[in-house]
């Protein structure tokens, strides 16, 4: 299958500890999205990369969030000192479009 | 404030019987999709609207864009139990893919057989 890919699939972590999510977008896809999903919240936009261009960081709820991409292909979304408040499922999503966007399984955080 | 508002929050119906689905919005948008959700899977993308007025179909999905591009419906005929899901609409604002997409809290909708 040539779908987003995103690891790992699960993450407990203790709090004050940094996490690292791993998004692999659709070959040929250059727009990337981070969103976060929580319960009862919907979907909350975070980040967007376009191909090698500097992210959109408007949507990061803190300092602590921050995210990079590589060669225009794979991003990591780091955490660092977790809160308990930023558990949640971790979404990723490619696009070619900009607005017809493919979902990742995404990353379920527990942070305990 | 949500930018786009979703109802019914929650759906239980009769395999069989129609239901609607509606995404509410204040805002303008250049295209509107629906994505579908079951759990521990991420959203699939059903459809996008981008004409004003525009109606398209899947199946026994109907997907209806207002006039005014504010507002969308999602009516599913003779519902199956196969359609049980998170449903959620998200609409991408006039000044392109920056700003991500806007998702309602979605409908979770169960069908019971």
């Known amino acids: 299958g040539a779908g987003v890919s995103q690891s790992p699939s699960n993450k407990v972590t203790e709090k004050g500890k940094d996490v690292e999510l791993r998004c692999d977008p659709i070959s040929g896809h250059t727009a990337l999205y981070w969103y976060r999903q929580s319960l009862g919240q919907g979907l909350e936009f975070l980040i967007y990369f376009q191909g090698n261009s500097a992210p959109d960081k408007s949507g990061l709820p803190s300092d602590r969030f921050s995210a990079e991409r590589t060669g225009g292909s794979v991003s990591t979304l780091t955490i660092q000192r977790t809160q308990q408040e930023d558990s949640a499922v971790y979404l990723c999503?490619?696009?070619?479009?900009?607005?017809?966007?493919?979902f990742g399984p995404g990353t379920r955080l527990t942070v305990t | 404030t949500q930018l786009l508002e979703q109802s019914p929050q929650f759906l239980s119906i009769q395999e069989g019987e129609n239901l609607t689905v509606y995404c509410n919005s204040s805002?303008?948008?250049?295209?509107l999709q629906w994505y579908r959700q079951e759990p521990g899977e991420g959203p699939v993308l059903l459809v996008t609207?981008?004409?004003g007025g525009e109606v398209k179909k899947l199946k026994r999905l109907t997907f209806q864009f207002g006039d005014a591009r504010k507002d969308s419906s999602l009516h599913i005929t003779a519902a199956q139990p196969g359609d049980t899901g998170l449903y959620l609409c998200?609409?991408?604002?006039w000044g392109g893919g920056a700003d991500g997409l806007t998702f309602g809290k979605g409908t979770h909708l169960i069908i019971q057989p």
């Open positions: 999503a490619s696009s070619i479009s900009g607005y017809e966007q493919y």
């Open positions: 998200a609409g991408a604002l």
């Open positions: 609207v981008v004409t």
């Open positions: 805002s303008v948008f250049s295209s």
